[in-house]
């Protein structure tokens, strides 16, 4: 991971045109909906893109094509910091608030009232590290400046708690990692926590180690992903660290065997339910035997791995692609299956422009990808999503430059998966969300009026919608300043939101 894989931004001074935006508070939307298709389950957000398989699929009956047409800005809420990690959200299910949950770069957590946007709490966790601090320990590299918070946390809703990796300065260290427990009905800590990664794991350094991938909770263990800074600078390696949510001395860790191979996108750990899946980058060692870098992992709980070429999808050209730095692991591993037939899937997508697709139950080592192919024409960094409609099973992702079969600047892709023996893929549409941040789906009960969203971070900054079988724009809403190019929007109770530096954004449709 070089430093132009981390989207650069500026602070800029949108006091004024929030106030001018923001408009009236609205109550709450009281409609009925879902979790993960599950009727009459709280609307809670608790992970990255919604499910442990990273699907980023939002069940919510008020979000048909038709209403999302009016979707506009309700309210913004200040903040404190630039925002890499997905906001989450808590329902409050009648016995308190519904709550957003921001993590940000300046080591702070708050928890907003979803409705009217008004400040529940707010948690200075840690100190954040001022980025001469890593310079200072291991050369220019890295450009977020503060390093603070930036994998997205995960929330246990049974025992109320969030799981969160700091990094804060520290003097022997220059910078170390904390893994907190914090409370979400004050933001306090909860006692046993937090975790010093460096002290607890042999072997891991905290400095050369940034934590961008988001956890996972599997089974009473906490799953905390870690991988380098911009620059591939000095000696990190692809950690997944597993902590006991129960007793949190109770610490395994599994590492790679090569320099680098980082665990670093948005997405972090997937899991199945029984497994960890993660996708690894370039090795920054030249090694004549594969080690680690360039592949798709499946890891036991624990984390544990067997080194079984049933466990592990390596690109069969992995010694360019870490010439190259052409990570497959850029977009991290989203589960899928599609409908009648037993094809239990993944896919990722790398900053090579292809899209490779596995089979969860034999990976089949080195070049066992069930299907590899090129779907843009330019890097993939980022984290896609899977739905399922009358059209077939889609996998939308936005990518730096455009899709093979699109016109120019087409950068947000849907290709469907072809239920065929063997497998195919063909282009269902191609959009355009100037800048592109990670994308999310809305559907009504799991399979219709899906519309797929994306901010134009870094771009245009305005939230798209797009019909999901077609790609024809439903929505295209401004509002939203200053959101990272990895961000990916939420969706609860006939909202949507969306981080950015210093402001979370909270779009309605009523």
Not at 63 to 90: C, K, M, N, W
Not at 116 to 144: F, H, K, S, Y
Not at 287 to 306: C, N, Q
Not at 351 to 378: F, Q
């Amino acid at each position: 991971m070089r430093a132009s894989d981390l989207c650069r931004f500026t602070h800029l001074a949108i006091g004024v045109l929030v106030l001018l935006a923001c408009g009236a508070r609205k109550p709450p939307n009281e409609t009925p909906t879902f979790d993960g298709g599950r009727p009459g389950a709280a609307v809670s957000v608790l992970e990255h893109h919604n499910s442990p398989s990273r699907n980023g699929v939002y069940v919510d009956p008020s979000f048909t094509r038709r209403a999302a047409a009016g979707i506009h800005l309700d309210f913004a809420s200040a903040i404190e910091g630039s925002v890499y990690a997905q906001p989450l959200f808590v329902d409050g299910q009648g016995a308190g608030p519904d709550m957003v949950l921001v993590a940000t770069e300046q080591n702070q957590v708050f928890s907003i009232e979803a409705s009217t946007g008004a400040l529940l709490w707010e948690r200075i966790v840690d100190l954040p590290t001022p980025r001469n601090i890593l310079v200072q320990a291991v050369g220019p590299c890295g450009n977020l400046d503060p390093i603070g918070i930036t994998g997205t946390p995960v929330i246990d809703a049974a025992t109320r708690r969030m799981y969160v990796d700091v990094a804060t300065p520290d003097s022997d260290r220059y910078y170390r990692h904390l893994v907190y427990a914090l409370s979400l009905d004050n933001g306090s800590t909860v006692p046993g926590w937090p975790v010093d990664v460096g002290k607890s794991v042999t072997g891991f350094r905290d400095v050369v180690q940034n934590q961008r991938g988001a956890l996972l909770l599997l089974n009473d263990r906490v799953y905390i992903p870690y991988g380098g800074h911009a620059g591939d600078c000095s000696d990190y390696r692809g950690w997944v660290v597993g902590i006991s949510t129960i007793d949190p001395s109770s610490i395994r860790a599994w590492q790679t065997d090569v320099l680098g191979a980082g665990i670093w996108a948005p997405s972090g750990v997937a899991s199945d339910g029984a497994s960890l899946f993660v996708a690894t980058g370039n090795a920054t060692e030249v090694v004549t035997d594969w080690s680690g870098s360039e592949a798709i992992i499946r890891l036991a709980e624990g984390p544990a791995f067997s080194g079984s070429p049933a466990d592990y999808f390596v690109a069969p050209n992995w010694p360019a692609l870490d010439d190259e730095d052409n990570d497959l692991g850029a977009s991290g591993v989203v589960l899928f299956d599609l409908p009648n037939r037993n094809a239990n899937l993944l896919a990722a997508l790398g900053k090579d422009g292809k899209m490779y697709l596995g089979a969860r139950s034999n990976l089949g080592g080195i070049g066992g990808a069930v299907l590899t192919e090129t779907v843009s024409d330019s890097g993939i960094i980022t984290a896609p999503s899977v739905y399922a409609s009358s059209s077939g099973t889609h996998v939308a992702f936005s990518v730096l430059g455009s899709g093979v079969h699109c016109s120019k600047e087409k950068n947000i892709l849907s290709i469907v998966i072809n239920p065929t023996s063997p497998l195919t893929t063909s282009t269902a549409w191609c959009a355009s969300a100037p800048g592109g941040g990670s994308t999310m789906v809305t559907t009504t009960d799991g399979t219709s009026e899906s519309i797929v969203w994306a901010v134009g971070a870094e771009g245009d900054n305005r939230l798209h919608g797009f019909d999901g079988d077609t790609g024809a724009p439903i929505a295209v809403v401004d509002g939203a300043v200053n959101v990272v190019h990895m961000m990916a929007p939420i969706a609860a109770k006939g909202r949507i939101f969306v981080a950015g530096t210093d402001w979370l954004y909270a779009f309605t449709l009523h």
